[in-house]
């Protein structure tokens, strides 16, 4: 039994888990391949294992279920399982995950999963409860980067006019505000087709989406800013989940572990591989740019949507981990 219809409450989605258990779903924006799709087969695998196959599944990439913001909200009112996502639109139900959108907040990959994996990541995901949510694990997209149509970005000045997709994040907006461009929000299954048409001129996302949505046959230029990091957040929903037994639960968030970590070993290959995909398929790379403007234009600009909100004290607990 397949727990998820678009638009509306089903009866079948709010029986118990006990009536539940023989299919469950897992949607995500990303293709099969990608490294969303890598993490859903690592959860559904390991969660059928640990079960003794009283749980399968199966994924729903690519956007099917709508973009990240339909999927969640299909988790709140439980016509939707489980979700891979960005928290790009998580901050507009979890307004304290907002922080880990912050322009060049994390130094590197050591320090952002550290952040996540430890007191931190665990108060964030605990955040969720109150918000008709589960969260069971940090995954990841990576470092993002810009993409675009026009013209080799290598100074803040070189993103002028630009019309630039982003997420439905006011952190993000305001980011790239700062530094000249035209942030234009749409959900993702949107953004191929908008780049196509010439709707925006460019995006912005980590290489692992850049080349899984070969972003490459509408784009001639990619800048490795590494403005932003983005993690993913497995997440189900509390309908599914409180029907569950303890024991059970424990599965759950085992299996969310285990897609983590295939996750970011995907990442990891992804990263080291993907430069030379992108040139191999006509994109024109730059890796080296002198990021203090674009640091210090964009700090400027979304930080104080932050900490005008809720302060500085987890910014300055995220940046004293080692």
């Known amino acids: 039994m397949k727990h998820y219809i678009l638009g509306a409450v089903s009866a079948v989605a709010l029986v118990s888990a006990a009536q539940a258990q023989d299919s469950l779903v897992i949607g995500h924006a990303l293709s099969p391949t990608s490294h969303y799709g890598v993490g859903a087969q690592a959860f559904l695998d390991t969660l059928a294992e640990l079960s003794g ?9 690519a956007g099917q279920l709508g973009g990240e913001r339909d999927m969640i909200e299909g988790l709140q009112i439980g016509s939707l399982d489980l979700v891979i996502t960005s928290t790009g639109p998580l901050g507009n139900f979890v307004p304290e995950v907002l922080a880990l959108d912050l322009p060049f907040l994390f130094r590197d990959y050591d320090h952002a999963r550290s952040v996540l994996d430890g007191e931190i990541g665990q108060e964030l995901l605990d955040a969720m409860g109150g918000n008709d949510l589960v969260g069971l694990a940090w995954s990841e997209n990576g470092f993002r980067h ?6 080799p970005i290598t100074t803040p000045e070189d993103l002028g006019g630009l019309k630039l997709r982003t997420m439905e994040n006011a952190v993000h907006m305001a980011a790239f505000e700062g530094m000249g461009a035209a942030p234009t929000p749409m959900a993702f299954p949107e953004v191929f087709g908008a780049l196509q048409q010439g709707v925006v001129d460019g995006q912005e996302n980590p290489i692992t989406v850049i080349t899984a949505s070969r972003f490459w046959e509408v784009q001639g230029y990619v800048t490795l800013t590494g403005h ?8 189900a929903s ?13 599965w759950f968030m085992e299996a969310a572990r285990a897609s983590a970590a295939a996750t970011r070993a995907e990442v990891d290959r992804l990263e080291a591989e993907g430069v030379d995909l992108m040139r191999a398929n006509g994109m024109e790379v730059i890796t080296e740019i002198d990021r203090a403007p674009f640091q210090a ?3 400027e600009a979304a930080w104080p949507v932050y900490t005008d909100q809720f302060g500085t004290a987890l ?3 995220i940046l004293a981990v080692e």
């Open 297 to 299: 234009l964009a700090a």
């Open 238 to 250: 509390p309908i599914l989940f409180e029907g569950l037994t303890e024991e059970q639960q424990g």
């Open 228 to 235: 932003v990091y983005s993690p993913a957040v497995v997440l």
């Open 315 to 317: 910014l300055e607990r």
């Open 146 to 151: 810009v993409t675009n149509s026009q013209r």
């Open 53 to 61: 196959g009283t749980f399968t599944g199966e994924q729903a990439p």
